[in-house]
């Protein structure tokens, strides 16, 4: 199940993107590379440690992340960031993720916004836009 919260960022992020379309940058509302990388680090450093699932609030800036799966409360044992995926329009990267109970996976992450940083695994991303 999808959490209100969840349903209001991702219903921000579609006007902020529709407006966007209508002559406004969304380049403002893209983190560096670097930024995003060390972002999607600190929310699965986050995960593996056994941490709740919501808003990191001891990040600067904050950092909220969309994972289903870290939301029902699954396991993160280890993950490794293998490589930003180029020529998106916001930063993107490979994960290869072990859930506890579950075999070795690889996701795709993205990164959005600046204050807070949003972390969206893609097909959360996907499922919660209609894309």
Wanted: overall charge positive.
């Amino acid at each position: 199940m999808i959490s209100s919260h969840f349903l209001r960022v991702i219903g921000g992020l579609t006007v902020l993107l529709f407006t966007a379309g209508c002559g406004n940058s969304t380049a403002r509302y893209i983190p560096a590379a670097a930024k995003a990388r060390a972002a999607l680090h600190t929310a699965l450093e986050t995960w593996k440690s056994g941490t709740a699932h919501g808003p990191i609030q001891t990040s600067k800036p904050a950092i909220n992340v969309f994972d289903a799966r870290w939301q029902a409360g699954k396991k993160l044992e280890s993950f490794e960031i293998l490589e930003e995926i180029t020529g998106k329009e916001q930063p993107q990267f490979k994960v290869k993720l072990k859930l506890a109970g579950v075999e070795e996976e690889t996701a795709t992450y993205l990164v959005v916004g600046m204050d807070p940083l949003l972390v969206f695994r893609d097909a959360d991303y996907r499922k919660a836009t209609g894309m």
